[in-house]
Structures are given as C-alpha cells and as structure tokens.
C-alpha cells in the first residue's frame, strides 16, 4: 500500500514538472511589436524547438502566397488548446519554402487580447529568413485568406473543435 502511494505521488510530481517545462516556462510576449517578437520567438526561444499539430508535422505541401512547402510550429499556449478559439499569447509559426525547399520566408500568426477583435485578435507578420520584418499588424492579405476560416480560427491546416 505505501509503495503504490508512493508511486502514485512520484507519477503526479513528473507530471506537474513536465507540464511546467512544457507550458510554464514560455518567454514573456510582447505587444504588437514585430521586431520585439521576432527577438522572443526567433532568438530567444527557438521556435523550432516548439511542437507541431499531430495531424501537420514535419514539411508539407503549401500554396500561394506561402510557397510550394511549408513547416509549422505552434507554441505550448496553443498547442494546450485543441477548440476554438486558441487562447491569447498563442502564436504559430509558418516556415515557407521554395520549390527546391529552400526557406524563402517565415510568417507569424500572434493572438494578442485586444489587437483587432473584427478579426479575432490575430496579429501578423512576415519575415525574411534573416528575421527582418517585411509586414506586420493587421495585414489586410492575411486576413482576407484567413478569414475562410473564420469558424476555425483563422487556422487553415489544423482542426479545431467547437
């Protein structure tokens, strides 16, 4: 009997410190800021150390305005979500790539409470591949494709529930 309590304890402290590193160790996000983002996501916490959705992993076939191929990260705010809507402070990260599969740009999706409620809070931003800004804000050309799912989010390649 002690020894399955014991057992039991110990299986609940892995799993409260799994979720901490997973979850609770998150950079702190800025405001609508593309440079400061890209300083958080891109420098500071590697988002290519992030998850993926577990029906989109790994590189897949793209379209315009994306490019041909396309690998995307999601953050531990997002991916601890599978409904609608995802949650403030998440953010998705989108590597685009060339035919040859060569990174030609990398685009942001960023939920910031209160940015632009019309379009669910979404903020955007492109960057080259060096991580220089190339749009960002309320990016009328990532709203409108988005916006065909609006029901999901604005997320295109993964399944939301409702």
Known sequence: MKVRLILALGAVV????????????????PGPDA????NVIGVKS????????????????GKSPHGPFHIIYVNGKGLSSDRVPLPYG??????????E??????TVMYKIRGFNPKNNDWFW????????????G?????????????DNDYVMVHELKR
């Not at 309320?138 to 799912?149: E, F, P």
């Open 125 to 136: 931003a492109k960057y080259s591949p060096e991580g220089k800004v190339e749009t960002a």
């Open 14 to 29: 892995i799993s409260a410190l799994a979720w901490i590193f997973t979850f609770g160790c998150q950079p702190k996000l």
């Open 101 to 106: 599969k060569k990174l030609s740009s990398i």
């Open 138 to 150: 309320k990016v009328a050309s990532c709203i409108q494709c988005h916006s065909a799912r609006k």
């Open 90 to 99: 998440t953010v998705v990260v989108k590597e685009n790539y060339t035919a």
């Open 35 to 38: 440079v400061a983002l890209w």
């Open 46 to 61: 590697q988002y290519k150390k992030w998850g993926q959705w577990p029906d989109h992993k790994g590189m897949q076939p």
